[in-house]
């Protein structure tokens, strides 16, 4: 992905296996319908941030099976020779639709459709899954530091504890969609805008005789903007006081210090007095110690001292819950132009999957822009406005509620139109900031970190008919 | 990483900005060591698998500053040409040792240590890292995996909740080594010759008018290796009921079942049974639902029938623990050729740093075979074999220990000697190999999942010395 290299072969060899089983059975041109969407928000949380369509697109677009990858599988041994060829001339001729980058996600939504003939629809569910699920997961939990951190920027740090080179790239892109204001990574600062900066390791301090002399160098060369990593040693005997001696000698434009170690909120409180009775009130105080949206929290309550924060390995693995479930299902098939939905059973009432191709209709208060619902509905149904328009629980069907005077609108935008991109897709910053505005647009009580409001996505009176017809269809007696 | 693009410019920006510090301060050829260590074993587990050192190499050999990179920089306003201009000619000229892949490694112990400019050696820190700590987690984690599933074959099966493109490939390889025995990932196969199984989606039996159908026109595609999924409808009522009847009819030579959801438990005594009754006992049942080495080894005492695993996102994510820890600290200085340890304090005991250029040794029973502690010494320092050698804890320097009849190895390699490599990274199957042939080297109460015993790595006395020495220094009074 880094640099446009050709990934179709990254990709579950089932893929391969049963596109091989549709050719063979004479099913090249049957049209089926993929949704994916995923079922549970990763830390018990009410809401997930889309992101890794950009991504998606330039695979979609450079899809193609290369000599290599063709002798690499006849080497297996399983496939016919004709079915070699036909992934010779493979040519991606899907439609695609998706929710935009930045936009608030829930369970069970459609967040991305494939339709097109199913060898094809099948074969590129695992790279969609990936690339979608890791910057989803990402820009999720970027999206929770960054509400904790309370306007403070957040700096992404955890390029070294990455799974990986993409993890740390695309991870450092997501959080960047998810609300942080930059990276260390310089790489992706190069390859896709996302400012990245970065002072000096405790080494830096130990190359030198002292704290001071250390400190003294880097802000002669960077006098426009210092900022000191001072517990290398101590923070507060040794650090803050070799830092304040070299700001007054030497007065940087920008000056900071950074504490990587320690109680940090006790030591922002002591080094934050210090750095003022010296007159230093401009210097700023970046804290980057195993820090999540919790932490930030707590210590932001106990009165930490602190104007920013870095943060890695716990927001670049997403440690608290480092999965983020997006699953990728049949929904549909077309014969002579009809559309068949599909149902996948499960004990589990949360695993059943929703049939049919589908809209997605997001339900916004006129008055003050709130989001009220999400509407499945089955391709084609309009939501009525004018009238008001009632809603109600997919699971707990009594539950019902009419909403009046709002609007409705599409969450979903087409991508591709039979294998040609019909998208293009915006600027990092545009998709930052619709980000920022699709937040605003949510309830606090959404927003909670834990226990949050569960967000009504709801199905329309005839998907839910449909649905009901399936599954009282396949139910064994 | 994937094809061999170059990731010089995957780094931390502050590495940049340190080079340009001791380019500026006239520290170019001054000589640094640099070890990485990590403290801590993820998931409170007594050992971890070294992995990623092939891919560290292919780092290092590639390294350099492409037009691009330094257009980049000189963007950034902050770097003088004649540093832009030296990045332009930059040639990695360090010495680096490594612990070879698949050998179980301990905290504190310096895996890995580069010798060389103060540059170069700081500027490679965080690929080094990123590349053998998300390499040495997914080994570690699927070593503990596949010790859980007693003898069964483990697949990894991961890729599409991996985070990112690296993570699936780099993830199936580490997995590989730790012991998995293959991956669904095709391109981990074509690139790095991990075996790439799978067979059917849920989908595949969607698109049939049946389950018996779908399955039916698999047999007739795959006789040679028929492994059918029988969870899409109702795993005992349907799916097992009509495997039965076209393993009868078809009589594939392979044949297999696979459970992906429900109490496999459960599921499976029942599936067995009624494969036994109908006289498929050669028929294996596969499961593969959110496992881990927790659950494996669960149902197993529950007496599950499992014939094989395959192991998805808890495993390429490591999800109970998604971190490896390593670092990279400065360890020592070389000036007229005189090495001058470094150290880092710390409040925390357990996060001062080993001085010093350190031999890592290993000390084996000479009757069994077994590692009985690790040792680390000033470089040059032997361990005396003959007469027994007294180790002592370095936390607690009253609790020492004799040990004879030991035989000592010296636990690193040189990978690179003045940039150049010396090292021929083994085949994967031999890595793999060596992984399984070392395991067996540790006591079982280091291989507990929980609370395991702490395997000794201990410092020679003068190591201890000189730490000493340093921490007495640096103290403030």
Redesign the interface.
């Known amino acids: 992905?880094?640099?446009n290299?050709n990934?179709t072969?990254?990709?579950?060899?089932?893929?391969?296996?049963?596109a091989?089983?549709?050719f063979?059975?004479g099913?090249v041109e049957?049209i089926?319908y993929?949704d994916m969407f995923f079922r549970k928000v990763p830390d018990g949380g009410g809401y997930a941030i889309m992101a890794g369509v950009e991504q998606a697109v330039e695979y979609l677009k450079s899809l193609h099976f290369t000599a290599?990858?063709i002798e690499?599988l006849r080497g297996k041994d399983?496939f016919c020779e004709s079915f070699l060829d036909y992934l010779r001339n493979f040519k991606f001729t899907c439609d695609v639709w998706a929710v935009p980058e930045g936009t608030p996600i829930f369970p069970h939504e459609p967040i991305l459709t494939v339709r097109g003939p199913?060898i094809q629809a099948?074969f590129v569910?695992?790279m969609l899954?990936?690339?979608i699920?890791?910057q989803s997961?990402?820009a999720t939990k970027a999206n929770r530091i960054v509400r904790a951190a309370k306007g403070r920027p957040v700096m992404e740090?955890g390029?070294?504890?990455?799974?990986?080179?993409?993890?740390?790239?695309?991870?450092a892109r997501a959080a960047y969609i998810g609300g942080c204001a930059g990276t260390?990574?310089?790489?992706a600062?190069?390859d896709y805008g996302i400012t990245?900066?970065?002072?000096?390791?405790?080494?830096?301090v130990?190359?030198f005789p002292s704290e001071y002399e250390a400190f003294k160098?880097?802000a002669e060369?960077?006098p426009?903007?210092c900022v000191l990593l001072v517990d290398?040693?101590?923070v507060l005997?040794?650090g803050v006081p070799a830092a304040i001696k070299v700001f007054k000698e030497l007065k940087p434009k920008k000056m900071g210090i950074r504490i990587d170690?320690?109680d940090v909120a006790y030591l922002t409180k002591k080094a934050r007095k210090m750095l003022d009775e010296a007159g230093l009130t401009e210097c700023s105080i970046t804290v980057s110690n195993s820090l999540d949206e919790y932490i930030i929290r707590d210590i932001i309550l106990e009165g930490a001292q602190i104007d920013s924060f870095g943060v890695g390995?716990?927001l670049i693995?997403?440690?608290s819950?480092?999965?983020?479930?997006?699953v990728?299902?049949?929904s549909a098939?077309e014969q002579d132009g009809v559309i068949i939905p599909?149902?996948?059973?499960?004990?589990?009432v949360e695993?059943i999957t929703n049939p049919g191709f589908k809209t997605l209709y997001r339900l916004f208060d006129r008055d003050n822009h709130k989001a009220l619902a999400d509407v499945m509905t089955l391709d084609g149904e309009e939501i009525p406005e004018v009238d008001g328009y009632e809603i109600f629980d997919p699971n707990a069907i009594w539950k019902k509620k009419r909403l009046c005077n709002f609007y409705a609108k599409n969450l979903r935008i087409q991508l591709f139109d039979k294998g040609t991109c019909v998208y293009e897709c915006p600027d990092i910053e545009e998709v930052k900031e619709y980000c920022r505005e699709q937040m605003e647009t949510l309830w606090d009580e959404t927003l909670r970190f834990e226990n949050p409001q569960t967000y009504y996505v709801d199905l329309s009176q005839n998907l839910w008919d449909v649905k009901n017809k399936l599954i009282e269809e396949?139910t064994?007696r």
């Open positions: 992905m880094i640099n290299e990934l072969m990254l990709t579950d060899f089932y893929e391969i296996t049963m091989n089983g549709y063979q059975s099913n049957d089926a993929f290599e990858d690499f399983i199913v099948q569910e695992t899954l990936l690339i699920n890791h997961l990402i740090f390029t070294r504890r990455a799974h990986g080179t993409a993890a740390a790239v695309f991870g260390a990574c310089a790489i600062d190069r990245a900066l970065g002072t000096m390791a405790h080494s830096w130990q190359m160098k880097y060369i960077y426009d903007n290398t040693y101590n005997r040794s170690s320690g390995e716990r693995t997403a440690k819950e480092p999965v983020f479930g997006g990728y299902k049949l098939l599909k149902i996948k059973i499960s004990e589990n695993k396949h064994i």
